[in-house]
């Protein structure tokens, strides 16, 4: 039996053009599956910087106490990049499952970052089933994540 996180139900989507319709399919899969969607866009497929969303949904998604973002570029890549610049954002590039069950369970990630590019709308399906039947295992993983909170706290 899936266990949903406490944050689950609501996602933050955002995406660049590259990223455009393959977000539109993910916002339909979240809705049949009875998430609460928040799309930060872009909303349509003219070129857009992929910066300005991946740290509209990383501020979103920090802002709130229980929330996942889920964001899209070509690759993920600067998309991710970007979202963690935001303090307190963990964003995973996932194009497995595997990178899904182990961003949740040892990273805690906060934000999926996916590829419209790497991966087939039926790949990012799989990817957002593990994600969210996947919970933060703490314990030993607790002060790694930590560690990395406290880089954001000290770095000037
Ligand atoms: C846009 O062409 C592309 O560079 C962007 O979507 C992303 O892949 C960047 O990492």
Redesign the pocket.
Known sequence: MAHEDCNDRIVITGS?H??FEAKSHVIDYLDHRGFSVLDLGTHSSDPVD?PDYGVAVAKAVTERKNATGIII???G???SIAANKVKGARAALCTTPFHAEMARKHNDANILAM?A?TSTVSEMEAIMDTWFATSFEGGRHQKRVNKIHELTENIR
């Open positions: 660049d590259a990223g992929y570029c070509g690759t890549i600067g998309i590829g590019r």
